[in-house]
């Protein structure tokens, strides 16, 4: 999913940007990176890695300036190469730093344009280079020496009308200052905030309003799909809708899974989304297993919990732990490759026997995706003496790809694809499995900000927002990115191209 920040500050940004890049961990695990001018140069450090690992002291040192942006990754297109680790740079114009979260529908266009037209050699397979490089190309086209806030805004509108597919966008230019923008359909997340200082205002963009609370910036609001921000470098802040019949169709696995139950997006509370969830659920299992003999509601942490505590409420039923995560392993979804998720989930997660033996259980998770935790977990419960494992899902089944930023580019990688419920139960060998119903996830999230009144759905229902995706597509992205992308192993990534790229070196 990717985490992204960017400040315009009256002091050094570093540590203000690893502070946020930390508590925005959870959208990326496999690369980080962090960029910031001073003196009308730019100092970058980025590596494959967590964030606590990427940066030491030195480099955090080296990363001075009051102006900057970080990236964490969490690969969907390209490779995990740690040349596709950003934030990515362009010498021209001005001198660009560029962090992205999200996925472009027409890379595969875009990039035999910008080669024939924009004369620009594009040298990594990640898209968001190459859509550094249509921004660029926009700016340059546009501007004279000394841009103003609307040959910003202009470019921005142009790169809407050129590219596709979802975008929440940071980018630092020398000279000038931070531009975001997002968007226009608001698929990925993105918020502004300020802090006051006494030497005058600081703004600040993250993809989660939990990054701002993180180092003491104050929500102001959302960006608005299409919208573009633009800070100067002295901390003025100009805005501009710069997409025509832009909509807010943010996408709904971020509150399903993807962020962070204390951030806020587009006027929703995350958590209070998934406590709706529970109660949805809470009602289904009520109505439709009213005949089953749940002794204990038990979570799959970490983050079905606040469903699962809900599901609890509504059934009357005891709400127990009977996992236990160890804290120093990551998000398994979000890792490269289906034989590291599926080792993870046995370090991560190991049952309180006590809690299982003789039990009917009813486990939770958010989700299925690839049906690589609920398989382990059952199994868990089971040697751990369960009577019953009965499983619930806090969202619907999903059947089909993902093409807006979440590594499911492949239907058959998908334990509902093609598969009813029983068939998948089959799978995962639950005593009883139930899905969230697709019409209730929405009234869920919608509950919390009634005035959005369409979600970006389509692992669910095979409905892509931005209208361009049919399965002539679906099937080159799955031919494209299989398997074999994310899980080559990385050091013989890393040889191709480790020179190619100023890395910020050790
Ligand atoms: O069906 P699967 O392919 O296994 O994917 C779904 C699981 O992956 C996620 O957990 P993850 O471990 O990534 O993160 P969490 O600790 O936030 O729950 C999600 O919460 C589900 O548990
Ligand atoms: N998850 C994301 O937002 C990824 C951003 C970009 N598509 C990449 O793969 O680096
Ligand atoms: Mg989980």
Redesign the pocket.
Known sequence: MCGIVGIVGKEPVNQSIYDALIVLQ?RGQDAAGIMTIENNMFNLRKANGLVRDVFHTRHMKRLSGNVGIGHCRYPTAGSSSSAEAQPFYVNSPFGIAFAHNGNLTNAHELQDEVFRIARRHINTTSDSELLLNIIAHELQSNASMNIQPNDIFDAVEKVHKKIRGAYAVVAAVIGYGMVAFRDPHGIRPLVLGKRQTEKGDEYMVASESVALDAVGFQFVRDVAPGEAIYVTEEGELFTRQCAENAVCNPCIFEFV?FARPDSFIDGISVYASRVNMGTKLGEKIKREWADKDIDVVIP?????MDVALQIANTLGLPYRQGFV?NRYIG????MPGQTM?RKS?RR?LNAISSEFKGKNVLLV??????????EQIIEMARESGANKVYFASAAPEIRFPNVYGIDMPSAVEL?AYGREIEQINDCIKADGLIFQDIDDLVDAVSLENKSITKFETSVFDGDYVTGDVDQAYLERVDKARGESVSTTPRIQTELTNLEMHNMGTD
């Open positions: 959870h899974y799959i942490p970490e983050t079905s995560k998000r398994t979804f979000i998720r989930v991560k998770d958010d989700s299925i995706v690839r049906g690589t935790t609920s334990i």
